[in-house]
């Protein structure tokens, strides 16, 4: 990690958000997902109101589905491309691997703001103070992108397809799921939780991992 | 050498078996119920320890490629399971006996139960690699980087939510709640445990280098 | 300026074993041998994307010897195995080559662009460009950045003859400048190589010509 790997990072952030302007397929997937299962969900409970703790749980089961159907592709698809090895060629590993956290962290925000409100208007949902609730979701997010970038990127050098991702990604994303989803509900009940500590550690320890290890994962 | 080891590993067990049942005292309020701290306890510990081997070995394949480490790591997760496998169980036993319901996420069920993902998880990312030298590599990065959830899982968590499982050894105020008898049973156990588990891993990880040859994978 | 050591083998056995070359600025080797014989393989050795199962590939200045993160961004590496962004544009595409190695600014893009004979088409996205296309644009990225060493694995692949004649003069025109590699069979392109490594013949450096 250096000055060169965020220049990196921002370069490679700006060219995914520009093909990703272009040919949308990352963003459509995980909106179509979430309004998908959010519906789903409403229709099969059949009742606008429900219990705040499982209000929050199934939004962070469908945060988790969300993110492992859609951020595989920023890896799968260089390595489909064949890019992958371009970029190796001219940048640092971790500098690929922080550009396409950001850009995979981007993704599931932009995809937050169809699918929350979509989730609040249907479930009947009262937010008690806001600043929380937002905060639980920003730093959930920011741990979702961490880890599930680092999985995606040892995925796709297996060369398997799909359920994979959700497979490795869900031992990781186990403490921060439960964390976050308590602490969803804490701030839905206007409670205090100790969840947001859970929240904001999480990203920094795991993407301190993910940036010793990346390097290792395209050295043949 | 070996022999002598191994008959001593024999007889140690065998000792720990009868002063589990025979020799140590029941817990007061629990009865015979306390008997099975001697076997559960020393299954989780290993299967802990199983993973604690399986990181350290996937380390030293990262720095030194040699696949005789991925063999170590591997068969340590294959035994981690088995040992996670029986402390779930006769946890889940206790756990019903005492409060009255075989599950019901305590924080140290939570921790068995991830360690179990990590685990399934890392047997599905084996099975796609072919290449012998690329599976070593990547389940190592797997294995390491599934080690920053530790300290979550080990100190943030179970601090956050209320725990009902008795803290025999690692309680806060740091005493010993056992009488002298039941702690030598104990500690006996626990070294009897560690004790196979090094046995049984280092022919494990020896045939796998076996099956496996030399760099060619299966 | 690049010293070759010891060469590489593969999975089982090995494709090739002790190969030795040292490589010096202004010169241009070429690589030969049937299918299968590991020119790619080899290529991907010198680029520092494989590591050798034998021996070291060593980039040297000067002063001593550099460590390949540092040096892969200065090597400029054309290969099948290696393409471009399809939804970007052709000159994005070589935008995108600068900056990524930390370049950018008033970078003389267009210039390469018109050199390969693809002015006109700098702006339309390169997944609508047919396969020679494609490879004369991998050019112009290639050169934008000025790189020190140049790997080529099937130089003139998907070329018809004018592209082929302006790589040519392309290559030959920078041999003053840096290293250059050729994994190649077609013998118009052996012909411009000092030093031949030949693979079939277990890969023992030859003088050539």
Redo the contacts between chains.
Sequence with gaps: MNY?SI??AA??LQ?DV??EL??RHGVSILILFGVTATMVISFALGIPDIDEAVAAALLWIILFFLSVAGLGYSFLREEE???M????????VEGVYLGKVLFNLMLLLVAQGAVLPLFILVFNLQIGPWARFLAAMFFGSCGLSVACT??AA?VS????KGP?LA??A???L???L??AS?DTAAALLGAAG??L??LV??PG??G???LM?VK????? | MGTILKTGLGLWMSLVLVGAFCYAPTAVGLRELSRIIYFHVPAAWVAVLAYGVAMVEGVYYLRRRDLRFDAKSSAAVELGTLFALLATITGALFARETWGVYWNWDPRQTTIVALFFIYLAYFSLRGTLADAHRRARLSAVYVVFAFSVVPFLVFILPRAYVTLHPSPLLNTGGRVDMNPQMLLVFLAALAGFTGIFAWMHNLRWRAEVLLGGDGDGD | MILDDVGHGYDRGFLFRSLKADLQPGSIAVITGSNGTGKTTLLRILAGLLTPREGRVTYCNGKGSLPISSVRPRLGFVTPAISLYPDLTARENVLLACALRGLRGTLDVGSWLDRLGLSGRENDLVGSFSLGMRQRLKYACLFAYSPEVLLLDEPCSHLDEEGRRIVADLVLQYRGEGVVVIATNDPREVQWGELLINLDSCGHPTKGR
Aim: hydrophobic share 60%; net charge neutral; aromatic share 12%.
């Design positions: 060169s220049w990196t370069v490679i060219k520009k093909t272009r040919s491309q064949m890019t090895d371009g970029l190796l060629m001219a940048a640092s680092l999985v040892l050098r297996t060369g398997a994979m497979v490795l869900f031992p990781i186990f403490p921060l439960i964390a308590a100790e969840g500590q859970v550690l999480y320890v795991v301190a991992f993910a290890l290792f994962i395209w050295e043949e």
